[in-house]
């Protein structure tokens, strides 16, 4: 298996076209899904990356008894709105704290999310919903039209023992990254693709 970057479309941000997806290729498949073991091997070292990230799709119940609706969500690393350098439309976005084991459970809202769920409320921001029955802060909403890395109703922290995963088939993610200044994409999959080879070869 070995890796490579792929360009996505150009993203309406600050230097949007340096931010690449990794995904992993063998076989002669290429798949946009990682194994955690192998995207925590890739984090080690390196000069091409500026920053990576996962993320995993994930589903939740919002609300209770005939409130309750079902709600997309990103599961995402906390640098999620800082590799697109995209401030929050109001409230604030994903700190290191907040992927913390034990941290209290929070969300980040999309707009669209946040005018069809809520009515486009202000009073929802720092006031607590229930996903899954889990009471959970609403700390951030995005800016209209905010869908990075896919289209999605609301974002969470990722739960962080899939980050520093070490035995393969723990759990499979998806992977975007922003590239270095000067830096083009056959460079960096050729930096991770070394680094995952000798991860393989260390196990």
Do not use: C
């Amino acid at each position: 298996s070995f890796l490579y970057t792929a360009m996505l479309k150009p993203l309406p941000v600050p230097e949007g076209e340096r931010i690449v997806r990794v995904m992993q290729t063998g076989d002669g498949r290429t798949t946009g899904l990682m194994d955690a073991a192998d995207l925590a091997a890739v984090r080690q070292g390196g000069t091409s990356i500026g920053e990576l990230g996962a993320f995993t799709d994930v589903e939740f119940v919002i609300g209770t008894d005939e409130g309750a609706r079902s709600l997309s969500a990103t599961a995402a690393e906390w640098n999620i709105f800082e590799v697109t350098r995209t401030p929050p439309f109001m409230g604030r976005g994903f700190t290191i704290e907040d992927q913390a084991p034990g941290a209290e459970p929070v969300v980040v809202l999309t707009h669209r999310a946040w005018a069809t769920a809520f009515g486009g409320e202000l009073s929802i921001l720092d006031t607590l919903v229930r996903l899954n029955g889990v009471p959970t802060r609403v700390v951030g909403i995005m800016p209209r039209g905010f869908g990075f890395p896919v289209a999605t109703d609301a974002y969470v922290p990722i739960r962080p023992e899939l980050l520093t995963a070490a035995l393969p088939g723990t759990a499979r993610l998806q992977a975007y990254a922003r590239l270095r200044p000067d830096v083009d994409r056959a460079r960096a999959a050729a930096e991770l693709t070394a680094r995952l080879q000798r991860a393989y070869a260390s196990r």
